[in-house]
């Protein structure tokens, strides 16, 4: 059992040459938002912008896209068509994501599912879409309730999927809220190997398992306070940060849940109960240092 902690800042961050050109550090695609959620997305792509990532570029639908636009000049957001994804965006994300492919040499990830609905059409556009790429992706929120009606979709790709309890048992059928952490662990592995991916289970014990590994690996720092809404968005993104830097899941995984889990801890110890998703983001300069 691999214990995660800041000596993994030492593997995750090379020395960049003076010779660096944008992309080289990589291109984060972030997939979500819709008529109703906006800031998911945001979150998640603010999240990477501040762990090291060169790019990100967020499709979302119309009206999120054009708020998210508004948010910071560091965002880039591409507006689809209709209020929610539906099934005419296809061709747009598979196209993006190629070209994002192409202008990045590889050095790209996905992010899908913040903010994006449950509706069956959205559910079945994020199913093909996976079923389509071969791109590294975190597959976080909305984008996880499609997922569990066809599970087949992630069997042997770079998929990281990161649910919290509910979500698992929606992915699993497993109940482990009640659980020890010891019946925990050994449920998460057998999971990510039933289902031929890499999951990192979020909560007070985040449980990384990779079905290319007999060893798991635990990250046990975070806060209460990290139960308001945006923390699972922010992982999202930086763990689609190291993806897109060129990191495997199974590493990429473990640095996000630290990251993650110690920014917000500092955010909180600062702001107790009045911390949100952006106090945990403006932190991670100072887990970096």
Known sequence: MIKVGKNILKEVYKQRSPDVHKYDFGLL???????????????????AFKTGVDMVRILAPKRAADIIATFSPNLAA?????????????????????????????????????????TEETKETIIKFLSQVSTK?????DAIYAVAKKPQV???????????????????????????????????????????TTIL????????A????????????????????????????????????GENCFKAAGAAAYINGSAGERAAKKLGETMTATDLIEEIPNILK
Not at 91 to 100: D, F, G, K, Q, V
Not at 201 to 208: A, E, F, M, S
Not at 231 to 245: N, Q, V, Y
């Open 29 to 47: 695609l972030v997939i979500g938002g819709g008529e109703f959620y906006t800031g998911s997305p945001t979150l998640a792509a603010l999240a």
């Open 78 to 118: 591409y507006p689809l068509k209709g209020k929610w994804l539906e099934g005419e965006d296809l061709p747009t994300l598979i196209s993006m994501a190629e070209s994002a492919e192409r202008v990045a040499h590889g050095k790209t990830a996905i992010v899908i599912g913040g903010g994006l609905g449950r």
């Open 137 to 141: 992706a975190v597959i976080d929120a």
């Open 154 to 196: 992630l069997e042997n790709k770079p998929f990281l999927i990161t649910p919290h309890a509910y979500e698992f048992f929606v992915l699993t059928g497993k109940e482990i809220l009640a659980k020890k952490d010891e019946e925990k662990i050994k449920i998460v592995k057998e999971e990510a190997q039933r289902l031929k």
């Open 201 to 208: 289970l979020k909560g007070k014990l985040d449980i990384i």
């Open 210 to 245: 990779d079905f290319k590994r007999d060893e798991i690996a635990i990250s046990k720092y975070g806060h209460p306070s990290m139960s308001v809404g945006g923390t699972g968005d922010t992982l999202a993104g930086i763990a689609g940060c190291f993806l897109a830097r």
